[in-house]
């Protein structure tokens, strides 16, 4: 979907609803649940197809709770991974170190002073 768009737009044409949503990328939403999303290939994208037909993401709040998923083996990628996670997966093969792209964003809301803490 392009951006900006006005809301009475949106709202009317229910541009989020995962069968209407626009993207132009190698996947497409198919179902989104509170901690669930569920991505399908595109069939329309312009690239190279993906060679993954379907992902499954899970929005897991406790990082405890997707260790044990991860280590069960019902997840393929964990996120806050500790020292000791490395040596205890790295011992059983799961553990691989890929380099990522990441942007970090800092604002400040000053309203007085050096820093204004509210």
Do not use: C
Not at 5 to 10: A, G, H, T, Y
Not at 23 to 41: N, W
Not at 69 to 77: I, S
């Amino acid at each position: 979907m392009p951006f900006p768009e006005r809301k009475d737009v949106v709202a009317k044409n229910n541009w989020t609803s995962p069968e209407k949503i626009v993207t132009l990328g190698p996947y497409r939403l198919k179902s989104m649940q509170p901690h669930r999303i569920e991505l399908v290939r595109n069939p329309r994208y312009w690239g190279k197809a993906p060679q993954v037909e379907r992902i499954e993401m899970y929005i897991v709040s406790e990082d405890a709770d997707a260790r044990k998923l991860f280590e069960d083996g019902k997840l393929d990628y964990l996120q806050n991974v500790s020292a000791e996670d490395i040596q205890r997966f790295g011992n059983k093969g799961r553990y691989i170190n890929l380099p990522y792209l990441k942007a970090d964003y800092i604002g400040f809301f000053k309203k007085e002073g050096i820093f204004f803490i509210f």
